[in-house]
């Protein structure tokens, strides 16, 4: 335990679960989100995660959002850092940075026909 205390590792599965569901609330306003990344560096939680939202809101309604989920985060898992980044869900370049969430494949997991996202 001594070691993992000096290290950052990401959060529990139970943890990362809680943030998708405070997340997931927000799906029926049109609001998504990708590249949830969490690490923990001692007693530290830390999370980044991309939001969103509908192209047409104004930068108002996004930062009003933006300051909603990550209260809700933080009150979800207290003594949380969060940091959100807002996109426009939309944009075909919102989508270019989704796999940060996810380990790049190996070679066997590699597709071999790139139509089939």
């Known amino acids: 335990r001594s070691v993992l205390g000096l290290l950052d590792t990401a959060l529990p599965p139970e943890e990362q679960q809680v943030i998708r569901e405070v997340l997931d609330r927000y799906r ?3 609001v998504g ?4 990344r969490t690490r923990q560096a001692g007693t530290r939680r830390f999370i ?3 939001i969103l ?7 108002a309604q996004g ?3 933006l300051e909603e989920v990550e209260a809700e985060v933080r009150k979800a898992l207290p ?3 969060v940091f959100t980044h807002l996109e426009p ?3 075909p370049r919102s989508w270019q940075d989704i796999n940060l969430d996810r380990p790049p494949p ?3 997991e590699k597709p071999h026909d790139s139509t089939d996202h």
């Open 48 to 50: 980044t995660v991309h």
């Open 106 to 108: 190996t070679k066997a």
């Open 63 to 65: 930062h009003h959002l």
């Open 89 to 91: 869900i939309e944009d």
């Open 53 to 59: 939202v509908p192209g047409h809101w104004t930068v």
């Open 33 to 36: 989100y990708h590249a949830l």
């Open 79 to 81: 003594g949380t850092v």
């Open 28 to 30: 029926e306003q049109g």
